[in-house]
């Protein structure tokens, strides 16, 4: 199989890892939180020093990174990633940037001949272990068409979104959606219970009506009501508020690139940093649901 380098082993990165290894692949893993890369050390893959060490000799880097500026500091400049690689070196990028961002990383690619996707995720970290991702990607098709048995080792759902910074366009919007989703289900499902309404019972209501969406299929917000949802457990695991605050971010920064507007988007974007405000960042962004309560 393919030499791999994988860098970035948080809570999705190592579940993605880990089913490459599963698949057969032969990874070299790197990440700043140590005990992580000795995790996947002990499953089969080897132990990286650094992000240069883990991409000696491999033909193939995926990376799942936090933030823009990690992934610019990452790939560019002198002592970047891509002044490093070869030619010919396929990188998929998996984390959720800035669509801009993901251009200007693409065009730093495509300089030396590195062929680059930007491929971000949905599925949280439920799908991350079950191998069940959404890759929503953007870039040449020659390259994805390279890297798909790889997307296919950690997703279920692989789409082309479009060329360089298409697969970043895709997730904001897909994000801003989920959010506002997320917020009239928890107003709603306070509105009814304060009313006299029983949770499971209003839920399924919705659910089977015009109402239903993926939150009430998925992801209820209300505690009790689903019993392996994020909401259930304290409104721990899953997929954090303050990243559904930067992906909200984003999707305003590209709304105003392109001259639209996004207001449901904005009011979201205010709501979960109001849940910032509260320390509540580190839960679950179905935790939104506490602003509705008293």
């Known amino acids: 199989m393919v030499p791999i380098a994988f860098i970035g082993l948080g809570h999705m990165g190592l579940p993605m890892a880990r089913n490459l290894l599963r698949a057969g692949y032969a990874l070299k893993v790197f990440d700043l939180v140590r005990s992580a890369v000795d995790t996947l050390a002990g499953e089969g893959a080897v132990a990286a020093d650094s992000a240069a060490d883990a991409i000696d000799q491999a033909k193939v880097v995926i990376s799942m990174l936090p933030a823009s500026r990690h992934v610019e500091g990452l790939y560019l400049g002198d002592a970047g990633l891509l002044a490093q690689l070869p030619a010919g070196t396929l990188v998929i990028e998996c984390s959720t940037i800035a669509p801009e961002a993901a251009r200007k990383v693409h065009a730093a690619a495509r300089e030396r001949g590195i062929a680059l996707l930007d491929a971000p995720v949905s599925g949280g970290t439920g799908g ?95 505690p009790g009501v689903m019993e392996n949802a994020p909401a259930s457990n ?12 930067k992906d909200l971010g984003l999707a305003q920064e590209t709304a105003s690139h392109s001259g639209n507007n996004a207001p449901m988007g904005a009011l979201a974007l205010q709501l979960y940093r109001l849940l910032l405000k509260q320390g509540k960042g580190k839960q679950d962004f179905s935790v939104i649901q506490q602003l509705f309560v008293e």
Do not use: D
Not at 191 to 207: D, F, K, Q, S, Y
């Open 128 to 222: 991350a272990a079950a191998g069940t991702l959404t890759f929503m990607v953007g870039g040449e098709a020659e390259a994805l068409e390279k890297a798909r048995p790889m997307l296919a080792a950690m997703g279920k759902n692989i789409f082309h979104a479009g060329p360089e910074g298409a697969g970043q366009v895709a997730k904001v919007c897909n994000n801003q959606v989920l959010a506002v989703q997320m917020i009239a289900t928890a107003e709603a499902m306070a509105m009814g219970v304060a009313n006299g309404l029983e949770p499971a019972v209003l839920a399924e209501i919705m659910r089977q009506s015009s109402g239903g969406n993926w939150t009430l299929e998925k992801y209820n917000p209300w």
């Open 234 to 245: 304290g409104y721990s695991g899953g997929f954090m508020a303050e990243l559904m605050a």
